[in-house]
């Protein structure tokens, strides 16, 4: 059984950092395909970040991109997301989705998905 657990979320005022994590207990390094999603209110779930397990490649949004960097610790099994210069339009539930290769911002890619953690930047 895999399950995601994401953490690290919080409150912080434009242009500080933040950090978050996600524990992929279950899921192991066979898997292609990790990610990132963020949802605001009133709006779609939009993909932040990707990375292919299998060559450590990563991909990100435009918007995030010089910003956020995606990771992953192999041996605990963690993901991260280290955000940096944080803005107001970065707020949203942030997930963490593991799943199957393919394109990394394409949420259909992804069978398993975290219960999100809170990300609130104010200006």
């Known amino acids: 059984q895999v399950q995601l657990v994401e953490s690290g979320g919080g409150s912080v005022q434009a242009g500080g950092s933040l950090t978050l994590s996600c524990a992929a207990n279950g899921y192991t390094s066979s898997g292609y395909l990790m990610g990132w999603f963020r949802q605001a209110p009133g709006k779609e779930r939009e993909g932040v970040a990707g990375?292919?397990?299998?060559?450590?490649?990563?991909s990100y949004a435009d918007s995030v991109k010089g910003r956020f960097t995606i990771s992953r610790d192999n041996a605990n099994n963690t993901l991260y997301l280290q955000m940096n210069s944080l803005k107001p339009e970065d707020t949203g539930m942030y997930y963490c989705?593991?799943?199957?290769?393919?394109?990394?911002?394409?949420?259909?890619?992804?069978?398993?998905w975290g219960q999100g953690t809170q990300v609130t930047v104010s200006s």
């Open positions: 990375i292919y397990i299998f060559d450590g490649s990563t």
């Open positions: 989705a593991a799943g199957r290769g393919g394109s990394w911002f394409d949420a259909g890619r992804y069978d398993y």
